[in-house]
Nanobody, 124 residues
Framework: QVQLVESGGGMAQVGGSLKLSCAASGHTISTYYMGWFRQAPGKEREFVAGISQSGTARNYLDSVKGRFTISKDNAKNTVYLQLNSLKPEDTAVYYC?????????????????WGQGTQVTVSS
């Protein structure tokens, strides 16, 4: 099974940028639909972005469209999330997840494998 490790989180100012990485091991990500989720304090975890096996299809949470970009490098077995124009409401722990069913879903219970998360804090 695949193991996922996120990195790249940290602190940023409003309007700033961060790039998150999710390095996979144990199995190629090319057979998974890959997603990024986030969980803010006191809130439920929510789907942020997802990318298909081939990388040609992407899905986003409405509030991040135009600001966040998901991408992947199958050769490096890594998924990325570029966060631009950050807002305070983007503050959360960001999780990478793999969906073995291979299709788009925003439901966390349809993802089989999860990373440990990386903290993103946006300050004004």
């Amino acid at each position: 099974q695949v193991q996922l490790v996120e990195s790249g989180g940290g602190m940023a100012q409003v309007g700033g940028s961060l790039k998150l990485s999710c390095a996979a091991s144990g199995h190629t990500i090319s057979t998974y639909y890959m997603g990024w989720f986030r969980q803010a304090p006191g809130k439920e975890r929510e789907f942020v972005a997802g990318i298909s096996q081939s990388g040609t299809a992407r899905n986003y949470l409405d509030s991040v469209k135009g600001r966040f970009t998901i991408s992947k490098d199958n050769a490096k077995n890594t998924v990325y999330l570029q966060l631009n124009s950050l807002k305070p409401e983007d503050t959360a722990v960001y999780y990478c997840a793999a969906n073995s069913r291979g299709f788009y879903s925003s439901k966390e219970n349809e993802y089989d494998h999860w990373g440990q998360g990386t903290q993103v804090t946006v300050s004004s």
